[in-house]
């Protein structure tokens, strides 16, 4: 029976992939597939070579490079932009971003992420900051918890920063999400406890 985040991943509305390090077996949603006109079977329970064999040779020591510093903890996120090649044999600049998401051993056992069409960038630049926001913080935080705000549904980035985010991109992350209140919310629905609240909990 597939969980909650895999019927939400299968229908993002963005392409994500999935590397379980240990199997060296990649999961994705179609799109990850069609946006370069391939048929997702080609990538059926394969490893992580059926997609660097198509990268440009110019930047496949980089997106490899890029790799091992996720998995050798020097890196706490995957990022890469790269040339892709489609199923028509042309190249397209990719913006890749991942983070580790399960460990084994004290070692990274599967890392999630997702792939945007850089072409895309400018009408969909807004949730593509939005998701590298709530990336990094996930790969930051030390319980891999999500704080949702409960009045705006925005989700906290730093002590005082919250950004808007879908419930989707969400999913796509972790399972884990906490409700609290953003300061502006905190404000607005309670002006006359706000400022106490605050500084009871350090944060005024």
């Known amino acids: 029976m597939k969980s909650l985040t895999d019927i939400v991943l299968r229908d993002a509305p963005f392409a994500w992939w999935e590397w379980d390090v240990i199997k060296n077996l990649v999961t994705m949603n179609d799109l990850?597939?069609?946006?370069?006109?391939?048929?997702?079977?080609?990538?059926?329970?394969?490893?992580?070579?059926?997609?660097?064999?198509?990268?440009?040779?110019?930047?496949?020591?980089?997106?490899?490079?890029?790799?091992?510093?996720?998995?050798?903890?020097?890196?706490?996120?995957?990022?890469?932009?790269?040339?892709?090649?489609?199923?028509?044999?042309?190249?397209?600049?990719?913006?890749?971003?991942?983070?580790?998401?399960?460990?084994?051993?004290?070692?990274?056992?599967?890392?999630?992420?997702?792939?945007?069409?850089?072409?895309?960038?400018?009408?969909?630049?807004?949730?593509?900051?939005?998701?590298?926001?709530?990336?990094?913080?996930?790969?930051?935080?030390?319980?891999?918890?999500?704080?949702v705000c409960s009045s705006c549904k925005r989700v906290k980035i730093q002590s005082e920063e919250w950004t808007p985010v879908t419930d989707t991109m969400i999913k796509a992350i972790t399972d884990t999400v906490s409700h609290g209140i953003c300061h502006p919310c905190l404000y607005r629905l309670y002006p006359e406890l706000a400022e106490s609240v605050l500084r009871r909990s350090g944060s005024s």
Not at 50 to 70: G, I, Q, V
Not at 105 to 121: F, P, Q, S
Not at 131 to 139: A, E, F, G, H, W
């Open 32 to 147: 990850k597939a069609t946006m370069l006109g391939y048929n997702p079977d080609t990538f059926a329970g394969k490893g992580y070579e059926a997609f660097t064999d198509l990268l440009h040779p110019d930047d496949f020591n980089k997106a490899m490079d890029a790799m091992r510093a996720l998995l050798s903890g020097k890196k706490e996120i995957y990022q890469i932009d790269y040339r892709i090649k489609d199923a028509s044999n042309r190249y397209h600049w990719y913006m890749d971003r991942g983070v580790a998401i399960a460990y084994e051993n004290d070692k990274i056992a599967r890392i999630r992420g997702i792939v945007i069409d850089l072409g895309m960038e400018k009408t969909i630049g807004a949730n593509v900051e939005a998701m590298m926001n709530l990336l990094s913080r996930y790969s930051e935080s030390k319980n891999n918890l999500i704080i």
